[in-house]
């Protein structure tokens, strides 16, 4: 072959290898390309595990932890949270309760038959103010005929003796104290004190005057002898087991 020949073919042969390693690369870089697209990445394939983790521990924080302005089981005590609007500083404790006896304003009174007892009442009462206050020991409570204007027919419950301790009984904002009264503790059936059908509450006798003592029926059959009455408690079944303890006269 003559030399121009050789020139000739030796230009062909390296401009077909030049062209094959573009056409390569261009497909390698192609798939590689195609490949990014088609496959999603780690990252947004799978949800972050320690941001999942986070969202429902906050969630379960807010949910199961407890209101800081809820009472507790045993006093109702909110000492802790923050007072409200317009709330006294240091109103949520016991010493300023001691000096701000409860007013009838702030009191919610209910009076009912105790569940499984036809001769016990539970006196309730409900601070429903942001403040704290005092109550005394126990209510002042009268069982009466609701005609007898005069309270000629009064009878008087006995209460525990032996008192003594704090100057009030604390009552925390939000909070209740009950009183439970058994009219007729020894069940009897005869010598009962005819007429007595109301059943009247003064919160506290130590502060509030006569006039705003609260009355609730009790029914024509109300069965009244010897009847007793507790200190106030922060659940009823303390306050029954104060009221038979009751052994002298207010």
């Known amino acids: 072959m003559n030399p121009k020949s050789l020139a000739a073919a030796a230009l062909f042969t390296l401009g077909a290898l030049t062209l094959t390693a573009c056409q390569s690369g261009t497909a390698a870089a192609g798939g590689a390309a195609a490949a990014a697209t088609s496959a999603p990445s780690s990252a947004s394939a799978q949800p972050t595990s320690s941001a999942q983790t986070l969202s429902s521990r906050s969630s379960t924080s807010r949910s199961s932890a407890p209101d800081s302005g809820t009472s507790d089981g045993a006093s109702g005590s909110t000492s802790g949270s923050s ?14 309760a001691y000096k701000h006896p409860c007013s009838p ?10 569940s499984g007892s036809s ?13 704290s206050c005092g109550l005394s020991y126990y209510p002042l409570v009268s069982l009466d005929n609701s005609k007898a204007a005069d309270g000629s027919q009064a009878v008087t419950p006995l209460v525990p003796s032996g008192l003594g301790g704090p100057p009030a009984y604390v009552l925390d904002a939000g909070s209740t104290a009950y009183a439970v009264i058994d009219l007729d503790p020894t069940g009897a059936t005869t010598g009962t004190v005819a007429g007595i059908d109301q059943l009247n509450v003064l919160p506290d006798g130590d502060h509030m005057p006569d006039a705003d003592t609260l009355n609730f029926p009790l029914g024509s059959k109300a069965s009244v002898l010897k009847p007793k009455l507790g200190l106030y408690r922060s659940n009823v079944g303390d306050a029954v087991s104060s009221m038979e303890q009751a052994d002298t006269q207010p």
């Open 83 to 96: 007072p409200a609007a317009g709330t006294p500083a240091g109103s949520d404790g016991d010493a300023y």
């Open 105 to 114: 304003q702030q009191l919610s009174v209910q009076a009912s038959r105790r």
């Open 119 to 131: 001769s016990q009442w539970v006196i309730a009462v409900r601070n429903t103010h942001t403040t």
